[in-house]
């Protein structure tokens, strides 16, 4: 895509660009535009081009379809604000705080949002593509930029975990070294991108387009791919263990230098010797024998049912469609695991570490998470079970033991927890939309920030 451009003559020849102001002027510029948003008498649409409001306060204020065209907002604060159908073209954002923030059909192009904080923020729809902000100077109609000095348009070293990117455009810019832990990024384009040594882990990546893309050293621990495009992608030395991938079309993509999980032929012995070692660690406290190490492994449909795998290394294992139905899997580590449609019924999983794993669709009916009593020696007191923002979307949980277990994150849409013991459980932050809960305990419940889920019993 060509660099947009607004040409805009400087008509006294000034070489002053940006226009500062004070807070207070500020407050009635802006009181102005939100009478304008509410099409009441006397309000004006705020037109902010080409000022410097650096380090100025805009937080909870509607700002909707305001005009920042190449505005230097470096470090102003802009919490929980309305931007959205703003005009940002060409702005300098750098180390602004746009936590909370609405952004939604809002136009970036060319914006430099470097180490600016974009947590939880909302980018539906916006436009963060390359542009270029340029005027003509002088009789001669030479054309200059006006972006301040070793400005890079895009959102480098920023911090955006848990912003909604969905069909953002964000085509040819630069995201390198940005933290997007648990963004959904649902059909947002990223053509030719620069994603490299970015953070993705947790992200739902469905229907994103990657093509082209530099996604070199980038992390993509327990993200989403499902019919995610990578044609001619570069990974190389991109981390997908744990990933969980549905739909693609792997015909254009270079997986050789990507971290991805090993296969059973890769392991020095056989799974079934690997497991009778591992029967025989636990049967002598560790004195025979050695703990399963299939951390990093795709074990993909096998039998593991009424085996004891407790205290088992099973971290970023690739395990869906596995049969684990009545296995001991007490306080094995489970986290970022692929278990989707995996069986685990009336399985013993007390004190299991199961953050960010993946159990869409699995039946875990009558399976026990309750605490772990740890001996005296080895410290003492109780062992939780931990599913720190794990996806259990469509899971069966009916009559489960989840007592005291951490849910905080967790992703329960559409699961059933008919009968389930959740009693003392964390469960803040986590989604139940649609899910089945009728005649499940909920006493004594951490539910700060829940979604889908009554306030009280």
Not at 117 to 124: E, G, K, P, Q, S
Not at 259 to 283: F, P, T
Not at 297 to 323: H, R
Not at 353 to 359: F, G, I, V
Request: aromatic fraction near 6%.
């Amino acid at each position: 895509m060509k660099r947009a451009m607004d040409a805009m003559g400087d008509k006294d020849g000034s070489d002053s660009q940006w226009r500062k102001t004070t807070q207070r002027e500020l407050e009635d510029i802006i009181e102005k535009h939100e009478q304008f948003t509410k099409g009441l008498q006397g309000g004006e649409r705020a037109r902010l081009k080409l000022w410097d409001l650096s380090y100025l306060d805009f937080c909870d204020r509607d700002l909707s379809r305001a005009d920042f065209t190449g505005a230097v907002l470096c470090h102003a604060e802009f919490e929980n604000t309305d931007l959205s159908e703003a005009n940002l073209f060409g702005a300098d954002l750098r180390f602004a705080n746009l936590a909370g923030a609405d952004l939604s059909k809002t136009d970036l192009r060319g914006a430099c949002l470097a180490g600016a904080d974009l947590t939880r923020a909302i980018l539906v729809e916006s436009d963060m593509r390359e542009g270029l902000l340029v005027r003509t100077k002088g009789m001669g109609g030479d054309i200059e930029s006006l972006a301040p000095e070793a400005v890079a348009t895009g959102i480098e070293q920023a911090v955006a975990r848990g912003a909604n990117m969905t069909k953002a455009k964000v085509s040819n810019s630069f995201i390198v070294q940005t933290d997007l832990t648990d963004c959904n990024l649902t059909s947002a384009k990223f053509l030719r991108a620069n994603l490299s040594l970015s953070n993705l882990t947790g992200c739902n990546l469905e229907g994103a387009d990657f093509t082209e893309a530099n996604l070199s050293g980038a992390i993509f621990h327990g993200a989403s791919f499902n019919g995610t495009l990578l044609d001619h992608a570069d990974l190389s030395g991109a981390d997908l263990i744990g990933a969980v991938f549905d739909n693609m079309d792997w015909s254009k993509v270079d997986l050789e230098d990507a971290r991805i999980a090993k296969g059973l032929d890769k392991l020095d012995r056989s799974l079934k010797e690997i497991v009778r070692e591992h029967v025989k660690w636990v049967g002598t406290n560790g004195k025979e024998g050695q703990r399963a190490n299939l951390s990093v492994t795709n074990i993909s449909g096998q039998d593991l049912s009424g085996l004891n795998l407790s205290a088992a290394d099973l971290s970023y294992a690739v395990m869906n469609d596995c049969n684990l139905a009545r296995a001991e899997l007490i306080m094995a580590d489970l986290s970022y695991v692929d278990l989707r449609r995996a069986k685990l019924s009336r399985a013993d999983l007390r004190g299991a570490k199961l953050a960010r794993a993946t159990l869409d669709g699995a039946d875990l009916k009558g399976a026990v998470f309750s605490p772990v009593s740890v001996a005296s020696r080895a410290g003492g007191g109780e062992w939780r079970s931990n599913f720190d923002h794990a996806r259990l979307r469509g899971a069966n949980l009916d009559g489960a033991d989840l007592r005291q277990c951490d849910f905080e994150g967790a992703d329960f849409t559409g699961a059933s927890l008919r009968n389930a013991d959740l009693s003392r459980a964390m469960l803040r932050d986590a989604d139940f939309t649609d899910a089945d809960l009728r005649g499940a305990t909920l006493t004594e419940t951490d539910r700060r920030g829940t979604k889908g889920l009554r306030s009280e019993p």
